[in-house]
């Protein structure tokens, strides 16, 4: 008897989650779609050779927006439990900001 | 609880975070991708202080095609979310589907891999662009090389957990393996966002 309330209290609960794992999947999908768009924006204005001075920062925010998604949706890093990774890929963009300053400025000046 | 971890049927709603192992391996593999974006760093900055550094040899603007580019991104963010399909199937525990959707993913990791390679083998050939042709065309291939050979290695792993999981079925041993790779697989995504942005698309503005 309290077998049979816990195999159906555990199909319940595999139930709930397939539905919640359905929707996060929806989600991603959606994720996808604007990454797709935001690629297709950035090769259009670089191919209807727009001003550079324009192009360029605007492709830099679609990419950087793009990274962000994938970082948060598609590895997960905006649900609970990612307080650390979030902590080592920021020490590392932190590093990587000032390399890339560093090595351009030097040509640069 | 002398469960047998090779042969668990019910897997929590994180498999890959439910042991001391899944957790410790989930924590060192983002604490080395934070590793590796400081990696890519140092190759991209180093490619934006010279690439235009041209020399002779011929410039971004006259080789790059962004049809091919374009080709390639969207098989890399296709295979990204397909590796996602296959997370999706590991946490409803659907070890054959998750094998299917990794196999998908492999194949379009080679499909993009392909592509690269031929790629160069344009550049070389038809351009005479070499790694030592000029400052610009060294920073280029071991930029974009390095992130061909990440994809390489990718494939390879994902391979082998595959063959090598493949009677095992899906269980909170190989459940943060799993999962590992595929975040492998997405940065090795994020890294290709800034180099179509950055070498081609940057490139190709002047």
Redesign the interface.
Known sequence: MADNTNSAN?TQKKQF??KK?RE??KH??IT?AM??AF?ML??GL??AEVD?MF??PI??V??AV??LF??YY??HMAEE?HE??AA??Y???F???L??L???I??WW | MAEDVLKSG?LP??PE?ATLEGRNK??GF??F??????L???L???Y???RNSTVDGPTGQEIFG?GLV?LM??IL??S??TS??AM?HM??NDFKKMQLWLGITVLLGFAFLGLEIYEFVHYVNDYGFGFSTSAFSTAFYTLVGFHGAHVAFGLLWIISLMIRNRKRGLNLYNAPKFYIAS?YW??I??VW??I???VY??G???
């Not at chain 2, 991708?33 to 400081?38: A, I, K, R």
């Open positions: 555990q989650y397939k794992h996060q999947m991603q999908v996808f990454m797709i690629t950035a090769f670089v191919m550079a192009t360029v492709i830099l679609l990419a793009q990274v994938q970082l598609f590895m439990g650390w990774p080592m890929i020490s590392g963009v590093a990587a900001v390399t890339i560093a090595l351009t030097i040509v | 019910n709603e994180n975070r989930f924590m983002w604490f991708l934070g590793g590796e974006v400081v890519f760093a140092s991209f900055g180093t934006l202080a010279l962004l374009f991104t969207v963010l296709t990204s979310l996602v399909y999706y946490k409803n975040l997405h940065f995504d994020v966002v800034f179509f942005t950055v698309l940057m190709k503005v002047g």
